[in-house]
């Protein structure tokens, strides 16, 4: 028996939760969500397929969590970029320079949202749903930050949409230029809306 099927046996079952999310966080990223099946989550975590089912009725039920963790990880990463500039126009442009960083990962596909929901369509609605909110939540935020900043109102959703259009564009063109690219332009509309150092 290999030494990864043995630990996840003896793992509670939060832990065994938390490694199947993990495992199917990184599969589907590298395969895509419908590549990735349960037997494969089974090799990969070493969680036996009984007790995945147990911790999993469905796939959408992992798929979801996948979701709500990436989410989760999105926000604390974003936040703390932004928490860490200078002032309310480098906070907004914190933004992009997360981005630049995210697209050079090795493990970089796109944004996993995105990919969810050209994969899926708005087939299943709890997945479309989750994507829904993950990116109203992201456009909330943004707003939040042009307000801080003393920006109009506009500014907001044109600032989500360059950061949304640099995410498609990395993962397609295979480089972190998308990021700079759109700072380029967001450092353009904010001294077009007053927004200054």
């Known amino acids: 028996m290999s030494e990864a099927k043995t ?3 003896t793992v509670s079952d939060e832990a065994a939760r938390d490694l199947v ?13 419908q590549a990735v099946g349960m037997d494969a989550l089974r090799d990969a975590s070493g969680v036996s397929l009984k007790r995945l089912y147990k911790l999993f009725p469905s796939k959408e039920i992992i798929v979801e969590e996948v979701l709500r963790s990436r989410h989760r990880r ?6 703390e970029a932004v928490a860490a500039a200078s002032s309310p126009r480098e906070q907004l442009l ?4 997360y981005l630049g960083e995210w697209f050079g990962e090795n493990d970089f596909r796109g944004c996993g949202f995105i990919n969810s929901f050209g994969e899926l369509g708005g087939t ?9 909110d993950h990116k109203a939540d992201f456009q909330a935020y943004v707003a939040q930050l042009v307000e801080q ?6 500014l907001g959703p044109q600032l ?3 950061a949304e259009g640099a995410q498609t564009t990395a993962a397609i063109a295979g480089t972190a230029q998308a990021a700079d690219d759109a700072r380029r332009a967001a450092q353009i509309l904010m001294d077009a809306a007053g927004i200054k150092g």
Request: hydrophobic fraction near 50%; proline fraction near 2%; avoid cysteine.
């Open 7 to 9: 630990e996840a046996r």
């Open 21 to 33: 999310i993990a495992t199917a966080d990184r599969l589907y990223n590298l395969r895509g969500i």
């Open 74 to 79: 999105w926000t604390t990463s974003v936040s």
């Open 94 to 97: 914190a933004i992009f320079d």
């Open 124 to 132: 299943i609605e709890s997945l479309a749903g989750i994507v829904r």
């Open 149 to 154: 900043a003393g920006g109009p109102a506009w």
């Open 160 to 162: 989500a949409i360059l």
